[in-house]
T-cell receptor
Framework: DQQVKQNSPSLSVQEGRISILNCDYTNSMFDYFLWYKKYPAEGPTFLISISSIKDKNEDGRFTVFLNKSAKHLSLHIVPSQPGDSAVYFCAASARQTGANNLFFGTGTRLTVIP | GAGVSQTPSNKVTEKGKYVELRCDPISGHTALYWYRQSLGQGPEFLIY????????DSGLPNDRFFAVRPEGSVSTLKIQRTERGDSAVYLC???????????????????FGPGTRLTVL
């Protein structure tokens, strides 16, 4: 039962353009969301997060948008750079339940073309 | 400072053997997590330690899997009678505080190690 879904396994974008990665979730108890970036042979690296009390969080070139009614979040990268090429994982947790683990999506491989 | 480290980076074993995977968390981090990532999937939660105790082991697939953290720092994931289906990348993460503690801060951000790739032949 996949509670966090990333339906696009891959995405290619031209350098300088915007990359939009999408994520959907099914568990209404999720109240904290994160994006991780993963390079080959490395562990996931934390990128940006958002609490369910917000609908947007921005950090430099990275912005995460949360639509609670649609149970959907997205990560925008602008402008995209070749070094952004990696697998991006969406993750969620249910802090309000006291649960301690993260639930991850299956990832989206982003390729930024120079 | 040093990040989360895991050893070995690769482990090849035969079906039925016993393996131990080690995780060194970031110094001072009280919370430690083990995840397993199979090919084409995202990481899946196995177990969470707060200090020395396993506070949540609901993700362990069966009783062949066991983990310890005797001194509240280094953790070892132990797998008995390995099966081919156990082949995956085993990821360890640590955070300064657990998720439930850090409602309004980011001290619960989980930092991951590079993982141990386990192959069971």
């Amino acid at each position: 039962d996949q509670q966090v879904k990333q339906n696009s396994p891959s995405l290619s974008v031209q350098e300088g353009r915007i990359s939009i990665l999408n994520c959907d979730y099914t568990n209404s108890m999720f109240d904290y969301f994160l994006w991780y970036k993963k390079y080959p042979a490395e562990g996931p690296t934390f990128l940006i997060s958002i609490s369910s009390i917000k609908d947007k969080n921005e950090d430099g070139r990275f912005t995460v948008f949360l639509n609670k009614s649609a149970k959907h979040l997205s990560l925008h990268i602008v402008p995209s750079q070749p070094g952004d090429s990696a697998v991006y994982f969406c993750a969620a947790s249910a802090r309000q339940t006291g649960a301690n683990n993260l639930f991850f999506g299956t990832g989206t491989r982003l390729t930024v073309i120079p | 400072g040093a990040g989360v480290s895991q050893t070995p980076s690769n482990k090849v074993t035969e079906k039925g053997k016993y393996v131990e995977l080690r995780c060194d968390p970031i110094s001072g981090h009280t919370a430690l997590y083990w995840y397993r990532q199979s090919l084409g999937q995202g990481p899946e939660f196995l177990i969470y330690f707060q200090g020395t105790g396993a506070a949540d082991d609901s993700g362990l697939p069966n009783d062949r899997f066991f983990a310890v953290r005797p001194e509240g720092s280094v953790s070892t994931l132990k797998i008995q009678r390995t099966e081919r289906g156990d082949s995956a990348v085993y990821l360890c993460a640590s955070s300064l505080n657990p998720i439930w503690y850090a409602e309004s801060t980011h001290t619960d951000t989980q930092y991951f190690g590079p993982g141990t790739r386990l192959t069971v032949l």
